[in-house]
């Protein structure tokens, strides 16, 4: 049974910090890539920062610079350090995970099997 649970969704003020993670179980966490993906009110789910299991990161563009994804080091916990938060950062963030290489970028939904029932991040200015 693969279960992904996330933690740490809260209400900050834009410019703060704030770590959200992700518990993953029943799963290979040394074979599986694992991604945070995030979607907005009446938008879809956009890609925000990817892991492979040798720990190759993605990001996307708009979060360069500002979050930080990792895993810890039996691989069972993933992490998104988020900085320098902004209004338009504001979505519920899922985790994922992937146990094969299905041709996508490793920031496209389709690139995953598995996913987190979501926590929501939300940014005031």
């Known amino acids: 049974q693969v279960q992904l649970v996330e933690f740490g969704g809260a209400s900050v003020q834009a410019g703060g910090p704030l770590r959200i993670s992700c518990l993953a179980s029943g799963i290979s966490s040394s074979n599986a890539h694992m991604g945070w993906f995030r979607q907005a009110s009446r938008k879809g789910r956009e890609g925000v920062a990817a892991i492979s299991p040798i720990r190759t990161t993605y990001y996307h563009d708009s979060v360069k610079g500002r979050f930080t994804i990792s895993r810890d080091n039996n691989q069972n916990t993933l992490w998104l350090q988020m900085t320098n938060l902004k209004p338009e950062d504001t979505a519920m963030y899922y985790c994922?995970?992937?146990?094969?290489?299905?041709?996508?970028?490793?920031?496209?939904?389709?690139?995953?099997?598995?996913w987190g029932q979501g926590t929501q991040v939300t940014v005031s200015s």
């Open positions: 994922a995970a992937a146990v094969s290489n299905r041709g996508y970028s490793w920031l496209n939904p389709a690139s995953f099997s598995y």
